[in-house]
Every structure is written in C-alpha cells, then in structure tokens.
C-alpha cells in the first residue's frame, strides 16, 4: 500500500491556460474524493466518484472544472483557462466501501496562477 | 445540511500544557466525525474518528476526543503538548448518506511554545 499519490506536487501556470492533474488512489478504494484548499481554509469539497460513476458535484466546480475516472482507478481534473482565483491547493482522497470510512489523503497538487 | 465549526482559529499552549481544540457539529442525523492533522504542504493525516461506538474516542500521537451529543461537540485534547504537535488541526463531519463526503471545519493551528 503505496498511500494516495497526486502529481504534479506543484504547478505554476499562465492564466488562461489549461492545466491537469492526476490522482492514483489506494488501489482496493473504491469511492475517490477532490478537494480544494486554500490559504488558512479547511478542504472544500468539488467531486466524488465511486468507481467509475461521479455521483456528486459541487457548486464549487464551475464549468471550466471537469474531473474524470476512467475505469474506476486514476482520476484526472482538469481546469481550461485557468484563473487567479483557481490557485489553490487540490487534494485528492480516496476510502473503501462501507459505512463511517475514514477518507485517506494524497499530500496535493499546489496550483499557482500567475 | 451538515457543517462543523472550529472555535479558534489559533490556539497556543507551552510545552506540556493541556491542548484543548473545539469542534461543533451540526448534523440531522447521527453523524462521523474525525479529527485530521495537516502539517505544512502535506496532505491530511488522520488522527481519531467516531463511528458511534464508544463515546470518548483514542487517537495516535496521545490525542483523544469525546463525543457529546447533548452538547454536539468532539473536542480535541492532549494531555502533554509537544513541539512536534505543532500543525494545522481540522474537525470534520460525515454522513453516511447521497455521496458520503466528508465536510471540514476551517481549521485551527496550533502553536507550541518552548
């Protein structure tokens, strides 16, 4: 068990431009979680999946925001024409079946928007 | 809806001292709750949750937390701060209910003084 792993750990880009992130979870969890951070703010919920479906999207995730689960393993989300505001840490969980599961964390992609 | 508050956002102790983090919850139903620690550009660590069996609920690091349901509160405690306890300390709150997520309070740092 190798824990929850993001890539990039860091990004920096131009605003306007479009960028992606990766998440690979523990691989026997089936339910797998996004997240955005902010400076001196809790983890705020975008996105879930249990395997391959997404069950529930946030009001956060504006349209420019699309996450994927291709075979219920990695997850991608994507932000196109990025903005200031989306600079943020974003942080991906997964956590198996069952009922009062704790969700474990991948240490998160830090995006910069410049 | 469910949602959690932190009372502090800062709370610091001597080395030694008592550590005393305050969470709130609000949940139309019995609820999870977790406590994760997060320390500088990492990802959330775990430290204790309720699933409603035993009210007060032991974590690692010698953290423990009690759940009071009159009160709807799970506070943090550690008897004896040290310096490694230092961190980002998020109170969350989960239903097992639609899409299982989990919702953090916004956080409070600790800070441990020599």
């Known amino acids: 068990d190798t824990g929850v792993s993001q890539d990039p750990r860091h990004k920096i880009t131009k605003r306007g431009q479009n960028v992606t992130f990766r998440c690979d979870p523990i691989?026997?969890?089936?339910?797998l979680y996004w997240y955005r951070q902010t400076l001196g703010q809790g983890p705020e919920f975008l996105t879930y999946?249990?395997?391959?479906?997404?069950?529930?999207k946030s009001r956060l995730l504006s349209d420019r925001f699309s996450a994927e689960r291709p075979k219920g393993s990695f997850s991608t989300l994507e932000i196109q024409r990025t903005e200031q505001g989306d600079s943020a840490m974003y942080l991906c969980?997964?956590?198996?079946?069952?009922?009062?599961?704790?969700?474990?964390f991948g240490q998160g992609t830090r995006l910069t928007v410049v | 809806a469910q949602s959690v508050t932190q009372l502090g956002s800062h709370v610091s102790v001597s080395e030694g001292a008592l550590v005393l983090l305050r969470c709130n919850y609000s949940?139309?139903?019995?609820?999870?709750l977790f406590w994760y620690v997060q320390y500088p550009n990492q990802g959330l660590q775990l430290l204790l949750k309720?699933?409603?069996?035993?009210?007060l609920v032991k974590g690692i690091n010698g953290f423990e937390a009690e759940f009071k349901k009159s009160e709807t509160s799970f506070h943090l405690t550690k008897p004896s701060a040290h310096m490694s306890d230092a961190a980002e300390y998020f109170c969350?709150?989960?239903?097992?209910?639609?899409?299982?997520?989990?919702?953090f309070g916004a956080g409070t740092r600790l800070f441990v003084k020599a």
């Open positions: 999946f249990q395997n391959e479906a997404q069950l529930e």
């Open positions: 949940s139309s139903v019995p609820p999870y």
């Open positions: 969980a997964s956590s198996p079946s069952g009922t009062g599961t704790e969700a474990f």
């Open positions: 309720y699933t409603s069996a035993a009210t």
């Open positions: 691989s026997e969890h089936n339910r």
């Open positions: 969350a709150v989960s239903l097992n209910t639609g899409g299982f997520k989990t919702i």
